[in-house]
């Protein structure tokens, strides 16, 4: 009995050695993309992204905690714009403020995520016109330190953020299609 608990012991250690050693291969940044087509003009969907409260009409973040604590402030919209939020442990603890502004067709975002696990990353949204519609991208790059690499193996950023971002985009289309 004791040989086989020393082997599923053994096996387990080389599995952990193996997990560190892959996730120790991958890149040091990470970047989550995601777009959709909205029928609607640049200038339409603009100000739902360039203004924070505008943004949380859509954001699906926030969703996961009915009973989370926004906190504004900055100028209503545009750079310095920010909000802070704390929630339940599915949407944790930070801020996000725009760096940036290029109106209407890119707004650059701070994000400093406290909790759960920290992190400071930049998020972009572009919109570029197709005739009467807009692609709108929203994407998400930054910093992958090793526990970041270790858990992007066993629970796919990409996946995780991405479904965010396509569910997002979907409410944001739903709403500007609707103006």
């Known amino acids: ?57 859509w954001n699906p973040f926030s969703e996961a905690d009915p009973n989370i604590k926004i906190t504004y402030s900055g100028p209503e919209s545009g750079k310095g714009a920010r909000y802070q939020w704390t929630g339940n442990s599915k949407v944790g603890e930070g801020s996000i403020e725009i760096t940036d502004v ?43 330190p090793l526990i970041g690499k270790v858990m992007d193996v066993v629970f796919s950023m990409d996946r995780m953020v991405g479904g965010q971002f396509e569910k997002g985009l979907a409410k944001l289309k739903a709403i500007a299609e609707k103006v």
Do not use: C
């Open 102 to 144: 290029s109106a209407p067709s890119r707004v650059t975002l701070k994000l400093d995520m406290l909790k759960p696990i920290e992190g400071h990353n930049t998020v972009i949204f572009t919109l570029v016109p197709s005739g009467s519609s807009t692609d709108v991208t929203w994407a998400m790059n930054g910093e992958r």
């Open 1 to 57: 009995m004791l040989k086989i608990i020393g082997i599923v012991a053994g096996v387990g250690v080389v599995a952990i050695i193996a997990l560190l050693v892959y996730a120790a291969t991958l890149s040091d940044t990470f970047q989550v993309q995601r777009s959709l087509r909205i029928n609607a003009s640049a200038d339409k969907i603009f100000p739902l992204i360039n203004n924070m409260r505008g943004m949380n009409t």
